[in-house]
């Protein structure tokens, strides 16, 4: 490699490096919640007892935090699609089983990242759990959240490469 292509490729790799720090300390803002998409899908049961909107941005939030993404619920912000703009709907929410006769649980998501009002990325995404380990001590809400704990993991990678119709998850 001759010494004009390596100081061409270094600059190259600066500029990528640092792009990313940037895209890194930009905050995210989000609703304070992520909403049902058709809350008419969702049991009446799990609506009243489960909290998932909220549950659901609290964990996106705190999932991206561990991940030095700054993500921040703020509904005015979110509103006013200036900078980065995280859209997150719950689509389905299943709630068959129990502790007794054994949990079988699912969220579905989907998600748009926008910057400026414009759409940069966007995906759903599926969990599942069955209860883990000592399921039958666990009530149907602490399912559904593990599978929302998940789902906010799924979220946080995926916001540190935003790319249209990505899967996350299962």
């Known amino acids: 490699m001759s010494k004009k292509t390596a100081v061409i490729a270094a600059a190259l790799l600066g500029t ?6 940037i895209a890194q300390s930009t ?5 304070q ?16 007892e489960c909290q998932l909107p909220q549950r ?3 964990l996106i ?6 991940a ?4 921040v619920r703020d509904d005015e912000a979110a509103k006013a699609s200036k900078g980065r703009v995280l859209q997150v709907e719950i689509v389905d929410a299943i709630s068959m089983g129990n502790a007794f006769t054994g949990h079988r649980k699912q969220v579905h998501i989907k998600g748009r990242l926008l910057e400026d009002g414009k759409e940069i990325g966007n995906f759903a995404g599926l969990r599942s759990s069955m ?3 000592f399921a039958g001590f666990k009530g149907s809400c602490v399912v559904l959240e593990r599978c929302l704990q998940t789902l906010a993991a799924d979220v946080s990678r995926w916001l540190k490469n935003p790319v249209k119709d990505s899967r996350i998850g299962e």
Not at 27 to 31: A, I, K, N
Not at 61 to 66: F, M
Not at 68 to 71: A, C, E, L, Y
């Open 56 to 58: 659901q941005a609290e």
């Open 27 to 31: 905050s995210v803002y989000m609703r």
């Open 68 to 71: 030095g993404i700054s993500v």
């Open 16 to 21: 990528g490096i640092q792009a990313g720090a």
């Open 33 to 48: 919640i992520a909403p049902y998409s058709d809350p008419e899908r969702i049991s009446s049961a799990i609506q009243a």
């Open 131 to 133: 209860g883990g380990a």
């Open 61 to 66: 939030v705190s999932q991206a935090n561990l």
